[in-house]
């Protein structure tokens, strides 16, 4: 077996940090550690406490705790090779171990885009059906959105992974991000990419570009309900329960563009660039969501300011 040949069976990756700031990574860690600090003890406090509280066991809050697992997923999926790159730099990672991110990431940012999907339904149903909501959107009913869910993410990532492990790599493929992306594992393949990079797009289509266009639905039926309302007092009250899943829904998706069409337009730009909003796509979601739903929500924010009290006391 020629020497190619045996490296394309097990090639080695290297991840890549900030180009050109490798002498600051130790300061660049210190706002990446608080990140994660902040997103993991954040949501791990969101799921606290709507456990704890059977006044938050409500449709709603079993959404919010699905967002909260799925950004505490997406976190800790990442932080292993942050870490490695930033504290320790240390770039090189296993083929299979890449692939294992790779899916991870994909499979929960899929989900993060169904649940904020569902979490638009719930919010519909409450303002649509107000006195039949908790009998619409009974336990049942959640539970199997919730495996519908992740089931879907699954299924449609998979593939992915395998089609990407038939490919053949160079012995040595440099990176552009600290963690593993789909997109980024195509260009350093040295055999045929069409296959994967069709089923890639496809998966996008039918996962994230499919739910924004649901998501756009749900607030235009959401809109022409609230329009309807007679009171001005409780249209105003009923927007206002859909502000903080607005803004979760901007969080996840205007990254997410902005990462796109750099990858689609930017090809002059810095690989700063591309690291960077990279790394908000994946970063700011899971930490900005428990700091939104904590502030905006009034239930959930009464009940953590009442844990803390009872901590001091």
Not at 136 to 147: D, E, F, P, R, S
Not at 176 to 202: A, N, W
Request: aromatic share 12%; proline share 4%.
């Amino acid at each position: 077996m020629s020497v190619f040949n045996s490296s394309a069976l097990y090639p080695r990756f290297l991840l890549t940090g900030l180009s050109g700031l490798e002498s600051r990574y130790s300061l660049i860690s210190i706002p990446i550690f608080l990140i994660y600090a902040t997103s993991i003890s954040g949501n791990i406090t969101i799921l606290f406490i709507i456990r704890t509280e059977p006044s938050l066991h409500q449709p709603m809050y079993y959404f919010l705790s699905m967002l909260a697992f799925t950004d505490l997923g997406l976190s800790t999926t990442t932080l292993p090779t942050m870490f490695s790159v930033f504290w320790f730099h240390v770039q090189e990672i296993s083929f299979n171990a890449c692939l294992v991110q790779m899916y991870f990431i994909h499979v929960f940012s899929i989900i993060e885009s169904a649940v904020l999907l569902a979490m638009a339904f719930d919010r519909f149903v409450a303002i649509r059906e107000p006195l039949r909501y908790v009998a619409i959107l009974t336990n049942g009913v959640i539970i199997g959105i919730g495996l519908a869910i992740a089931g879907r993410a699954l299924a449609l990532v998979f593939p992915a992974s395998f089609l990407l492990k038939r490919l053949q790599y160079h012995p040595v493929n440099i990176l552009s991000y600290p963690f593993c992306l789909h997109q980024d594992l195509i260009k350093t393949t040295v055999s045929s990419r069409r296959v994967s990079s069709i089923y890639g797009l496809m998966v996008v289509i039918c996962s994230m570009g499919l739910d924004s266009v649901l998501l756009l639905l749900s607030y235009s039926l959401i809109l022409g309900t609230v329009l309807s309302i007679a009171s001005k007092t409780e249209r105003v009250k009923a927007l206002n329960t859909c502000i903080s899943h607005i803004c979760a829904v901007l969080t996840f998706y205007t990254p997410m563009i902005g990462l796109s069409m750099i990858h689609r337009y930017g090809q002059n730009a810095s690989p700063i660039v591309h690291v960077l909003m990279a790394n908000v796509y994946l970063l700011v979601p899971p930490v900005m969501n428990p700091i939104v739903y904590s502030v905006k929500t009034k239930q959930i924010r009464d009940r953590i300011l009442r844990k803390f009290k009872q901590q001091k006391v």
